[in-house]
Nanobody
Framework: QVQLVESGGGLVQAGGSLRLSCGAS????????MGWYRQAPGKARELVAT???????NYADSVKGRFTISRDSAKNTVYLQMNSLKPEDTAVYYC???????????????WGQGTQVTVSS
């Protein structure tokens, strides 16, 4: 059993900043890639940013230069620093982790419950 818990969402004015955190816990042997995805009402869930176990990163074009993903592998935690926020960034943000189970050694993606980010204009 693995749980991912996000925190840091909230309401912010356009141009402001937020930092999201996501900690993974449970039957974890290893975490490979971690990432952040978001979903706005009526839209499909989309990739925001991912980070590999070696630190390589990928970003959606819409957030490049504004968002930064990082991780603390010792704490099984991933962060998303969001700067210069725009109203179109408003969405539920979900944490994702590629987890190998400590006991079964099965590898699969896990998802957090989501945290709301609302950017006002």
């Amino acid at each position: 059993q693995v749980q991912l818990v996000e925190s840091g969402g909230g309401l912010v004015q356009a141009g402001g900043s937020l930092r999201l955190s996501c900690g993974a816990s449970g039957n974890i042997f290893r975490i490979d890639a971690m990432g952040w995805y978001r979903q706005a009402p009526g839209k499909a869930r989309e990739l925001v940013a991912t980070i590999g176990s070696g630190g390589s990163t990928n970003y959606a074009d819409s957030v490049k230069g504004r968002f930064t993903i990082s991780r603390d592998s010792a704490k099984n935690t991933v962060y998303l620093q969001m700067n210069s926020l725009k109203p179109e960034d408003t969405a539920v943000y979900y944490c994702n982790a590629d987890v190998t189970n400590r006991y079964s050694y099965m590898r699969r993606d896990y998802w957090g419950q989501g945290t709301q980010v609302t950017v006002s204009s």
